[in-house]
């Protein structure tokens, strides 16, 4: 970037990592039980949203497409999180129903994006379990899907 008088880069560039005050401990008290419940919820809601719209789609092509529609599941997934967790609630049904809300580490709402590879993350921490204990050791009781999307889930305030 250059100055307004064009003489080459600005001296003062803007601080790349900026720290921020830690959150109360109301906002993070049993946000791990919570979150293993909310999950379970988001787990069943995708699930018989996925196989109603398998058996829907599968009888309206007379069971043509029930070899096509076995990827269904990450493909919904995908998209149930990242709708839910961008929308105006700030959560998914699973984590409204425990009183949990998605935010960007710096308090703003969570973009489409940062929510869907959110998703895309957590479920591939699924492939390797000890990941997930992370959170145990992790300040802020974040996940390394968490840190690596830059979402905090915290309690509803």
């Known amino acids: ?3 307004p ?3 080459g880069w600005t001296s003062n560039p803007a601080p790349i990592y900026a720290p921020r005050a830690p959150l109360p401990y109301a906002a ?3 946000v791990r039980t919570r979150r293993i419940t909310a999950i379970l919820f988001d787990l069943i809601f995708v699930t018989i949203l996925c196989v109603s719209i398998w058996l829907v789609l599968g009888l309206l092509s007379f069971g043509i497409l029930w070899f096509v529609l076995p990827p269904l599941f ?3 997934a995908f998209f149930y999180n990242g709708v839910t967790i961008s929308g105006w609630r700030m959560a998914t049904p699973g984590m409204k129903l425990m009183d949990l809300e998605a935010r960007l580490t710096d308090g703003s709402r ?3 994006i940062n929510a869907a590879v959110h998703a895309v993350l957590f479920y591939v921490s699924w492939m390797f379990p000890p990941i997930l204990l992370i959170s145990l050791f992790a300040d802020e009781k974040r996940c390394l899907h968490d840190i690596l999307a ?3 889930i915290t ?3």
């Open 1 to 3: 970037m250059s100055n």
């Open 5 to 7: 008088n064009g003489s």
């Open 28 to 30: 993070l008290a049993g």
């Open 74 to 76: 990450p493909f919904i």
């Open 110 to 112: 969570v973009p489409f």
């Open 150 to 152: 830059g979402i905090v």
């Open 155 to 157: 309690r509803r305030a």
